[in-house]
């Protein structure tokens, strides 16, 4: 007689929810593309390192070159010597993830805190945690959601407050880590990362529903037929208008700084109007997030609405991070400006000359154009770009993804994952992921890291 399976026995086994690491991409794209030896060397380094590969580094193997230079920022801020003790380090992780509701990250760093030695109490909700550490919470959400309004004086309120201020080592360290998670967790947003199989989420005990088992985005939207012609369409398009602005270049057509600044005002403005076009719904926040979170109703807020004072644009040329914000850190914080400033690099430089179906394509117009506008949300202006590119090399649904994932990441959906692009790889929308990541990181650095300047100077 054989031996009686679990479910005989009436033993309910979890079942892991969602096929994958992600709920965007099929799983057989993400290890089809995973084979070559780059990644496969690096997972065996977050194996080592940390005892598994988690999604984020399976969806990001799909660029190897750029999780090498992420997880090695990652490793060094979060495990090498630095200023702050390792289980603050997590705690600060947590406070960052939960901004954006992003119960992955919040719930990722809650273990990792207990395995550093922190006080499970703090793990109770932030009004639990020392006062140190709540001081934070003030230019962690501005940081989130609207960095343009950092000013010396948030800096100064922190570094000046008795027992309970931070060396300016110890402020660098933890506004690269929120910046950091905050970015972090638009990645998790923009490509459906799923929970791990042994995080809260992550199985259940029900049987899978008809709709978990797709776990392809084209399926959903149907690319085959008057789609699939339509989206074949809109990469010859792109193409013929990727060739022609670098033809323009060539060809050096004087824009005056007059038309120049015209056109990113004209930008920054019409950034207003993209937004999703349905309505999201509401999901109640876990009480292990909301918790870690003081004024939940405090986000992103377009600051160019008609009728209200606009801060003035920030300029890049005025405070760049080639020239400002990288020495700044490498002074308060060795190595750690380096290898941001190798990350930024590897993900504004990377490229494989593919488009969709085509090889041999020069994308560097594309990827500009993809970093700029985050910028350009963000109220970063440079004087050398002509932001009537951004215009004719995004379309509206990709404009509302970049924004939605930049801005307000918990909002994504994976209908407007599956909008953008219909007729290009999944590893292309990774690429613009880790572009849209690192380009909001950069942005909110630069306006704290001026504000420090400031009150430095």
């Not at 999604?55 to 193997?61: D, F, S």
């Not at 550490?133 to 959601?145: G, T, Y």
């Not at 109007?273 to 004024?295: G, Q, R, T, Y």
Request: glycine share 6%; with cysteine; net charge negative.
């Amino acid at each position: 007689m054989g031996s009686l399976g679990t479910a005989d026995r009436g033993i309910k086994t979890p079942r892991q929810l969602g096929r994958g690491p992600s709920s965007f991409l099929p799983v057989e794209e993400i290890l089809q593309e995973g084979a070559e030896n780059a990644q496969r060397r690096i997972f065996i380094e977050a194996f080592v390192s940390t005892g598994r590969v988690d999604n984020i580094t399976m969806v990001m193997g799909l660029h190897p070159k750029y999780l090498s230079s992420f997880w090695r920022t990652q490793y060094l801020l979060l495990c090498m010597d630095g200023p702050l003790p390792h289980h603050k380090r997590h705690y600060i992780a947590i406070m960052a993830a939960a901004r954006h509701q992003c119960s992955y990250l919040v719930g990722l760093h809650m273990g990792e805190f207990l395995q550093a030695g922190g006080d499970p109490e703090w793990l109770q909700g932030l009004h639990c945690a020392p006062q140190k550490l709540r001081n934070l919470n003030e230019i962690n959400k501005i940081l989130a959601h609207r960095p343009w309004l950092i000013t010396k004086e948030h800096i100064e309120a922190l570094l000046k407050t008795g027992e309970n201020s931070w060396s300016l080592a110890e402020l660098i360290q933890a506004l690269v880590l929120l910046t950091h998670y905050h970015s972090l967790a638009s990645f998790v947003f923009g490509c459906g990362i799923n929970p791990e199989i042994d995080h809260e989420g992550g199985h259940a005990f029900q049987p899978p529903s008809p709709r978990s088992c797709d776990s392809s985005p084209a399926s959903e939207e149907g690319v085959s037929g008057s789609g699939g012609r339509d989206a074949m369409q809109e990469v010859e398009v792109l193409m013929e208008r990727m060739k022609l602005l670098q033809e323009c270049q060539l060809e050096e057509d004087e824009v005056t700084q007059e038309e120049m600044e015209t056109r990113f005002e004209l930008e920054k403005t019409e950034s207003l109007l993209v937004a999703p076009s349905v309505d999201i719904v509401e999901h109640s926040l876990p009480h292990n997030v909301l918790c870690f979170v003081e004024d939940p109703g405090f986000g992103y807020k377009d600051f160019t609405r008609r009728g209200e004072q606009a801060p003035p644009t920030f300029r890049a040329q005025d405070y760049t991070w080639e020239d400002h914000g990288y020495s700044l850190i490498n002074r308060l914080y060795p190595d750690v400006g380096q290898l941001l400033d190798e990350k930024f690099q590897v993900v504004y430089n990377l490229t494989y000359h593919t488009m969709a179906m085509h090889r041999g394509v020069d994308t560097s117009t594309l990827r500009r154009a993809i970093w700029n506008y985050v910028h350009c949300v963000f109220g970063i202006r440079y004087d050398d770009y002509d932001y009537g590119e951004v215009n004719q090399l995004l379309e509206r649904s990709l404009k509302v993804y970049i924004k939605t994932v930049a801005c307000y990441p918990e909002k994504t959906t994976r209908r407007m994952y599956t909008h953008f692009w219909r007729h290009f790889k999944h590893s292309e929308k990774v690429h613009v992921n880790l572009l849209l990541l690192e380009a909001r990181m950069q942005a909110a650095l630069l306006y704290a890291l001026r504000a420090i300047t400031r009150y430095m100077t």
